[in-house]
């Protein structure tokens, strides 16, 4: 604009008030564009608006480098921040067993401490000698009955000292273990030993008649007789890390329960990062207390096998009473054990009187 007798240059006004929730101004001058942001402070800090007027730049440079190239295809990030993004942040890799199926690691632990006390329940307890001995005799059974790798095996049992030797059995033989709570509708054990075909089922004495008949059934109680004949060596190892070691099915809340499946190096994983994050150690006591349908279940049986540790089994049903737990934790000193936001408010009402000084 030229006005005789007057100099005119633009200048820039500070509102103090933003019209809109962003606003971007581009005005032309002799010396090329301005830009200028005006913002809402509630909703963006200066940090971020410098960020999003550098990305900007970097989107017209491209442009104006490839006109004809797709918007969506354009480059948004900086040098800098696609280097942070796509290496720095992206640099999780740790070193852990990678050769290491879950039963082995719990070997390990068996030669290092073979009479430390493995696993409790109800007043009954097996050493990790003990423990693994059963679990042998188990595998080598179970190998005469055509379990091996990518076999599946369920395993219908309340929680006992015979759920800990069945699983770690199966995963002895190779196979993977299918649980089944002996509480779900008659019509979802039905729908998963259809969709599942299991090769065999595991049971004892309190839930027989629960799995539907036609399904090769070993009883661990009435055909431990026969069982405990078998090698208490460990068997030859014909697993691989790549091999399943559970499939546990989903609820079904959107639509048909779906087998949920891992291979031995994912869990090992898991476990692994647990302990590199939580340090678990001989002197621990881990409460398992969670059903075995539900995957929490796994690092509760593991964890404290492959470290050492102690496995407390909370009796069947006790999950759901916080009083039960409360009591064992106290006559066990426990020290590590899992609760979701809605049990665990549960709990502290319970226990408000009482310090648990064993938690950690």
């Known amino acids: 604009l030229e006005i005789e007798g007057l100099r005119i240059t633009p200048e820039f006004m500070e509102t103090g008030a933003a019209k809109f929730d962003l606003d971007l101004e581009i005005s032309e001058g002799k010396d090329g564009l301005a830009v200028q942001f005006s913002y809402n402070t509630d909703l963006f800090d200066s940090s971020t608006i410098a960020r999003m007027a550098e990305h900007y730049g970097v989107l017209l440079a491209h442009i104006a480098e490839a006109p ?3 918007l969506s295809e354009l480059q948004l990030l900086t040098p800098p921040e696609r280097n942070r993004l796509l290496l720095e942040w992206n640099d999780t890799e740790v070193d852990y067993p990678r050769g290491k199926c879950i039963h082995e690691l719990f070997e390990e632990q068996v030669e290092k401490r073979p009479e430390a006390v493995a696993v409790i329940f109800e007043g009954k307890q097996l050493t ?9 005799q188990l595998a080598h059974y179970l190998s005469t009955q055509g379990v091996g790798p990518e076999t599946l095996v369920g395993i219908c049992v309340e929680r006992s000292l015979e759920m800990i030797v069945g699983i770690l059995g199966m995963l002895k033989a190779g196979s993977a273990y299918l649980p089944i709570d002996p509480g779900y509708p ?6 998963m030993m259809e969709d599942a075909h299991p090769t065999v089922i595991l049971i004892h004495e309190p839930t027989r008649g629960i799995v539907p008949d036609g399904l090769k059934i070993i009883d661990l109680v009435s055909e431990d007789n026969m069982i405990v004949q078998f090698s208490e060596e460990n068997p030859a190892g014909s697993t691989h890390t790549q091999n399943l070691a559970y499939v546990i099915y989903t609820s079904g809340s959107t639509g048909k329960p779906k087998g949920s499946s891992l291979a031995h190096q994912g869990v090992v994983n898991r476990l692994v990062w647990m302990q ?19 995957d929490v279940s796994v690092w509760e049986f593991f964890w404290p096998l492959i470290t050492g540790a102690r ?3 909370l009796s069947p049903g006790a999950h759901k009473d916080s009083a039960r737990i409360t009591e064992l934790i106290e006559q066990e000193q426990i020290s590590t054990l899992h609760f979701v936001p809605s049990m665990l408010s549960v709990f502290l009402e319970t226990a408000e009187s009482l310090l648990c000084p064993s938690l950690r």
């Not at 990790?128 to 042998?136: C, D, G, I, T």
């Not at 008659?186 to 729908?191: D, N, P, T, V």
Request: no cysteine.
């Open 128 to 136: 990790y000698s003990q423990l693994n001995k059963k679990a042998n």
């Open 311 to 313: 496995l407390v089994v």
């Open 68 to 70: 004809d190239q797709l």
């Open 276 to 294: 590199q994050q939580y340090q678990l150690n001989e002197k621990d006591r881990v409460l398992q207390k969670t059903p075995f349908s539900f």
């Open 186 to 191: 008659k019509e979802r054990i039905a729908f």
